[in-house]
């Protein structure tokens, strides 16, 4: 397989958008990705194959990270899996209506505002920017008045330190 093969699969990519951020182990990608220990395992010897990662042996555990050769290779292709959306809507159109469009979306409406529950079928939460900022206004409060970029961020619940606070 060549590296376009390897990562025309969206598990591979997703892979790799990880590693970007931190070096991890099997068991971490497949939870995070809601595969199988198996499946991940493949899609990891997949990307070793073209030379994207590289796995380290730590105790009973192997480290998979991306290979620092790798990144060049990596910037020179990125783009071309890169498949932005593309919506449009009329000016004074809400935010929250314009995200209505997309297929793939989950959106629920409460009492007390507007959530994105679901993207792509990956429960949870989800917050946005816009053109790389953080809006003010809610999604249903938020008129769009010009063309913009919306990114789409899970929220994952991940504990840095747990912390017992006792009270006398």
């Not at 793939?104 to 939460?125: A, F, N, P, S, T």
Request: with cysteine; hydrophobic share 40%; proline share 2%.
């Amino acid at each position: 397989m060549d590296i376009f093969q390897v990562l025309g699969n969206q598990n591979r990519r997703n892979i790799m958008q990880i590693l970007m951020r931190k070096d991890t182990h099997i068991a971490a990608l497949a939870k995070e990705l809601n595969i199988s220990n198996p499946v991940a395992l493949k899609h990891v010897q997949a990307l070793e194959e073209v030379g994207l990662v590289e796995r380290e042996k730590i105790g009973n555990t192997h480290v998979i990270k991306i290979r620092k050769e790798a990144i060049k290779k990596l910037k020179q292709v990125w783009s071309l899996f890169d498949k932005s959306l593309i919506v449009e809507v009329p000016k004074e159109t809400t935010l929250l209506e314009a995200l209505k469009k997309v297929s793939g979306l989950e959106v629920e409406e409460r009492e007390d505002g507007v959530y994105i529950v679901g993207v792509d079928g990956k429960q949870g939460y989800y917050t946005y920017e816009i053109n790389g900022q953080l809006p003010k206004e809610s999604a249903d409060k938020l008129f769009l008045k010009k063309d913009c970029e919306v990114e789409l961020k899970r929220l994952l619940p991940i504990i840095g330190k747990k912390i017992l606070i006792k009270v006398k």
